[in-house]
Structures are given as structure tokens and as C-alpha cells.
């Protein structure tokens, strides 16, 4: 599965509840549907998926706000993740 | 560094914008002792009126109960008025510990430790027992003072939907790796006044091997046949690891909080809870009128039974006006209207008809989940609650919301 249609998948199923929808540039944090609490989890997922290391200072609440900039981050750390 | 120009601008621009983003909080100055009906000047410099008080903690209206005021003059009067000391250096008094072994008797637990707020039992709790080997797994609408405490702590931290035990469930089977993993849960969820399934979360907490924290703060006194907490209400008394929660609400609600549990999760609180040790003992006035209001709550449930039919009555009222409330059993009881700006001109036309509520809106509560908070207490009697019926149906009239669905509010008002 691509990369965009991963993290698509993980965000449904771990923040929304069934019937919502999210796209690549559907505001994430700034909107409410996740928490910047909450989004530690992501950073998990993301880190043990690309095999990727996302320092403090790089997983600021911007940098997660939609599947686009995520999708950035991950190539930041590993350019050749899919 | 002199607070020059440039920083004054620098925090005034923070404010304005924060006013700016409709986020503004503004204190009403309450010209009477705390209860149902009371005097309030709002706006600032405007003269005090009378209003109906429907948006205090004071669950058991024990706030200004003469018994409770009694204890606590006699307090002042035998035990003085400050510590100068936190607990372990000469802040302990036989009083402290008399209050901490009446909560440890109520909560059906093994110890208590007082802190100075349920904030800072929060604040300190986790980083006192937990380290970078374990993890923490938190309802997603827990409360701020969780989260800070959370966020304390080296532990690592995790969260799950809402009450959604499936959920949970699964997070419990992915970090079965750590060396323990601990539940965290508020009993009564504080905006939408619904009860955290502790039944089914002390079973998953027996199969995957983890402990189960609760703040209780919005049930202590009054949920549960006994008023004991959620813990009681779901029948697991005993297996709630450690309890937070506070004497600011429904226990005479001045100030202090405190942790009870198991023996040792409280001994190491009292070893290691930096906020423990760091402030101030809680005032022996309040503790004095604290273990009065243990008296009070242990001795009868006329209180509590008061406030629960009080709450059914009220719901009933808003639900046969047409108003759209969230399911709860609690006496936090959310009239949703989905959209801020109705949220915040309901309240205001409330208060000129003499019933003091609060409209909350994100980020306090989810976006397009606006809505007037009201909290019912033992001390409103019947008039009470029919005056504020009457004001809440011809509000509820004039933005013609009555008897209209989500769906309805939202096409007329917008999310």
C-alpha cells in the first residue's frame, strides 16, 4: 500500500470514528480531530514503519497537522520510503 | 532583562489575540458566599444581581452548609490558621491524618495522601510511581491536570478513544512489552458528564496484567448508592488502583486533593511526589471542615439520593421543553448546540434572566460540540429548578432550537 494510503488508513482508524473522512490535506491537529496528546501514537507508528528516529524538536503539532506535511516528515528522515 | 516596549507589546498582542480568537475569560465577582442563589456583578463595575446558580461544582451543597462553616470556625479556633510548612517538615497535623484515614475508610482503599489540589495529586502521581520501563494509557478526554501530569513523567504514554474498550483493548495488547502498564481513566468526564466503564476496564486490567488509575474528582460524595465514586456505581470497589480526587467540588469544595489507593502506590506519593513535597500543607481550616463533611456524607445519603432525583427532574424538564441533551446519569447535564457564538448568546441571555451557565466550546470541548454546561447540586430545591426550566424554555424559544435536532441546529446556525 502507498505511503499516503497508509497513514490514511492508521489516522481513520486510530482518531476518527467510522463514518469520517480524511484527505491529504485535511487539517489534522489544528482542526481538533487529533490532539496533539494523542498524536504520539502516530509518531510511533511512523517511526517503527519507515524505520525512522522523529527527534522532539522536528515532531512539533505543525509538522503532523495534515497527511501531506506527515508525508514530508517521513521523506525528511528516510527519502526513499514509499 | 528590563521588561521593556517590546516585551510589554510582545504579551499584549498574545492577549489581544487570544480575545481576538473568542478565547477570552473573564471572572464574574460573586458578591456572596457560594451557592444556588447568588450575587453576581458582571460585567465588571455593572451592579451585583441575583441569579440561579447552575454552573458550580457544588454537587452536595456543602460549600456553605452551616455544619460545615461550624467545623471549620472551630478548626481555625483549635488548630490555627497556617502551617508554614509542607507536610513532612512540621505540616502535619493530627487533623491531616485524621481526614486522610476518613477518605481511605470512604473510598474503601488502603491509604490516602492529601495534596494542596487534585491538580497537584495529578501533577505528581505518575513521575512518583512509574518509570521510562512502563507505559500509560489514557482515555483520549481525560483531564488537563492528567495530561500535565502525564506529560511529567518518564513513562511512555499512549491513548484511546474515548471509552471505546475495543480500543483500549488493543493498546493493551501492543505494549505488553513494558515493564507495567497503567489504565488512566477520570471516572465522570467533566464536560460531557458520562461514566467511565470501569467494570470492563478493571477486567481488561486483570487479563493484560495492568494497573487502573481513576481521577474521581466529578464523583467523589455523589455517584454510586453510597456516594463513594464511579468505582462504586460499577461495582469494583477495591480494584481501582489508585484514585485521585479532590476536596474542591462536591466535599465542601474550598481546596485540596488527594491520592488513595494501594499502600505503597501512596507511600511512594509521600516519598516522591514532588508537588507533595514541595508545597504547602493543605490549611488546617479546610481540613477541619473537610473531615466534618466526611461525617456528613458518611452518616447519611440524603444528599446524594436529593441530587439524583433532582438531576432526573432536570433532565426531564430540558427533554419534555425540546432541548438536545448528551446521555449522561450524572448531575453534569450538556445542552448541545453545536455552534460557539449560540453557545455563548444562550449564556448571556440566561444570565439576564437570572440563571448563571457557561457556554463551552473548542478548544475545551471538540469542534461543532458547543454547548451550556449546567450542573445540578443538592442545594437547588424545586423552585430553583422550575424558575431555571421556565428561562432555558423561553430561550430555548426565542433561538428557536426547541424540539430541533442536530441536524435541524447546525443547518440553522452552522458548526
Known sequence: MAMQDLIIEYIKDEYLEEDDEVGLDTPLISSGIVDSFSMVSLKTFLENKYGISIPDEKAAPEAFDTVRKI???????????? | MAYSEK?????????????????????????????VE??????AGSKPRDVLNFCANNYLGLSSHPEVIKAAHEGLDMRGYGMSSVRFICGTQDIHRELEEKLTAFLETEDTVLFASCMDANAGMFEAILTAEDVMIADRLVHASVVDGMRLCPAKHDTFKHSNMEHLEKKLQEHQDARYRMIITDGVFSMDGDMAKLDVICDLADKYDAMVMVDDSHATGFIGKQGKGTHEHCGVLGRIDAITTTLGKALGGASGGCVSGRAELVEMCRQRARPYLFSNTVAPVVVAAANKVMDIITATTERRDKLEESTKYWRAGLESAGFDLKESQTPIVPIMLYNAKLAQDMARDLFDEGVYVIGFFFPVVAKGQARIRTQISAAHEKEHLDKALEAFT???????????????????YGL
Not at chain 2, 487570544?18 to 451557592?35: A, P, T, V
Not at chain 2, 447568588?38 to 460585567?43: L, S
Not at chain 2, 433561538?399 to 435541524?408: E, M, Q, R
Open chain 2, 38 to 43: 447568588i450575587k453576581v456583578e458582571f460585567p
Open chain 2, 7 to 35: 516585551v510589554r507589546s510582545t504579551y499584549k498582542e498574545l492577549i489581544d489575540g487570544i480575545r481576538n480568537d473568542g478565547l477570552f475569560k473573564e471572572e464574574r465577582y460573586i458578591h456572596s458566599e457560594q451557592g
Open chain 1, 71 to 82: 508525508i514530508d516528515l517521513v521523506h525528511e528522515f528516510n527519502p526513499d520510503a514509499e
Open chain 2, 394 to 412: 423561553k430561550i430555548g424559544a426565542k433561538y428557536d432550537i426547541l424540539g430541533k435536532s442536530k441536524d435541524d441546529i447546525v443547518a440553522k
